[in-house]
């Protein structure tokens, strides 16, 4: 069998000498993930393979739907073993998907399965995967994983009391820490936030009832965060957007939300531009990482969103922000000195080229890729994905100093989609060398894949580790 051997994705003898020197025995940073302090912290064993596996993971429960699957067997009420069995006799067929990969990458370098899916393994992978389980839990994966450092995704409102637990604990060895996600403080248009409003307020011991109120608030979050060991930010928008408007029109869009009525678009994008200078300015003061990810058109099937609520696979690509747009964006928090290290991310990846030619006009030497591209992300963490990212920022920027791949993952198994992308990264490379492109100097070269791998991000975030 030629699926899944040592050189999987390696198509030449450099890139297999770049990823099996270089690249597979560096350890992860996962900068950024959606996995909860709570679970590391508590360590609870899994219930089951599908607990481990399918729980929250709409990138299948997508697929699924996609091969006909009843709803019944994806979030409804059909039994674990039921759900499992019917991913695994979709998962046979899945050619071209990234999910074949990432599947089997799981099941080999977590649960030793060395064969490849068919319907009929159902029964078998389900007692053999249960079997290994039994003896693993949340932390004893990550560890296993080489994970040194990662960062879960939090809100201002959060009372990080489980990274406190996990940093008072000497028997994990892996640095969990907190990353300021403040969107629902900025989501004016959200039909609870008010509601969330007073859920910061409680947090803060803070009453919130003006804009400036809101910004102290943020500020003081922002410092507790800090001492928690935090360094990076992170925004999820739709669109990017500069619409500059004074202190007292803000003040009156927010008063209004505060009374009930919810803005106009125009109004929401004066508050989302006044909103993100003012935090960006304090992660200049506290010398953090902000991190945009934008594109994204959510919830687009409102009878599945009122049926099972957000993150459940019913998203999609959202292309309406503009080079021109980014630009603005970054120039007018350059001029107000509120341009911290940024990454930025679009789910459109049409936009690759409009990202490295703008982010090259912030650059300085303050640090080496002070701006970055980011990951090729969610729809486009797949092969043609990230090989466009990697194409198009070393075509029009510095691929060398790319801080490289996360996970942006609610599962504790996803961190193949790290060996995943070094694979791609190290063939990308390969196949300049061999065409004559780049070079076969095995110095430079791991110098690059390392850094790439893991010493970028070390460096760039000042991870103490």
């Not at 699926?3 to 900068?31: C, G, Q, R, V, W």
Request: one cysteine or more; aromatic letters at 12%.
């Amino acid at each position: 069998m030629n699926f899944l051997t040592e050189d999987f994705l390696l198509s030449n003898d450099i890139a297999k000498k770049l990823y099996h020197e270089y690249a597979e025995t560096m350890p992860i940073i996962d900068y950024h993930c959606h996995i909860p302090a709570e679970a590391i912290a508590l360590n609870r064993p899994f219930k089951n393979i599908t607990e481990l596996w399918l729980g929250g993971d709409h990138y299948k429960w997508r697929y699924m739907r996609s091969c006909g699957v009843d709803e019944k067997y994806i979030t409804g009420d059909a039994s674990d073993k039921e759900k499992f069995t019917a991913w695994i006799r979709v998962l046979e067929t899945a050619v071209g998907n990234p999910l074949y990969h990432w599947s089997h990458l799981e099941l080999n370098r977590y649960f030793g399965f060395d064969g490849y899916v068919k319907k009929s393994d159902a029964d078998a992978l389900w007692d053999m995967c249960n079997e290994k389980l039994a003896g693993m839990t949340p932390r004893s994966i990550i560890e296993s994983s080489d994970v040194k450092l990662l960062c879960t995704t939090d809100d201002p409102a959060d009372s990080l009391e489980f990274h406190e637990v996990l940093g008072g604990d000497d028997s994990f060895t892996v640095k969990v820490l907190p990353a300021f996600r403040p969107d629902n403080a900025m989501n004016l248009l959200s039909p609870t936030y008010t509601d969330y409003i007073v859920a910061l307020e409680s947090a803060s011991g803070r009453t919130i009832d003006s804009f400036k109120s809101l910004c102290d608030v943020l500020s003081n979050r922002m410092d507790y965060f800090n001492d928690h060991g935090c360094v990076l930010a992170d925004h999820g928008l739709v669109t990017v957007v500069s619409a500059p408007a004074g202190e007292d029109e803000i003040e009156n869009i927010f008063g209004k939300r505060l009374a009930g009525e919810i803005p106009s678009q125009s109004d929401f994008a004066k508050f989302q531009t006044a909103f993100l200078r003012f935090v960006h300015k304090e992660y200049v003061r506290l010398d953090w990482t902000s991190q945009l990810h934008y594109g994204c058109k959510r919830d687009n099937n409102s009878a599945m969103f009122a049926s099972i609520g957000a993150n459940t696979g019913f998203d999609c690509i959202e292309g309406s922000t503009s080079a021109s747009a980014l630009a603005d964006f970054l120039n007018m928090l350059n001029s107000d000195n509120a341009l911290p290290r940024m990454i930025v991310y679009s789910l459109n990846p049409v936009e690759n080229a409009a990202i490295d030619t703008v982010i090259g006009c912030f650059q300085d030497s303050s640090a080496a890729g002070r701006l970055q591209h980011g990951s090729a992300w969610w729809f486009n963490d797949n092969k043609p994905g990230m090989l466009a990212q990697l194409t198009s920022l070393a075509s029009l920027g510095n691929l060398s100093v790319f801080v490289g791949m996360l996970t942006d993952s609610r599962s504790f198994v996803s961190y193949t989609r790290h060996e995943y992308f070094r694979r791609i990264l190290c063939d990308f490379l390969g196949k300049l060398v061999s065409d004559g492109e780049f070079p076969e100097d095995y110095e430079i070269l791991g110098k690059i894949v390392r850094g790439v791998s893991y010493e970028n991000a070390k460096n760039y975030f000042g991870f103490d580790i």
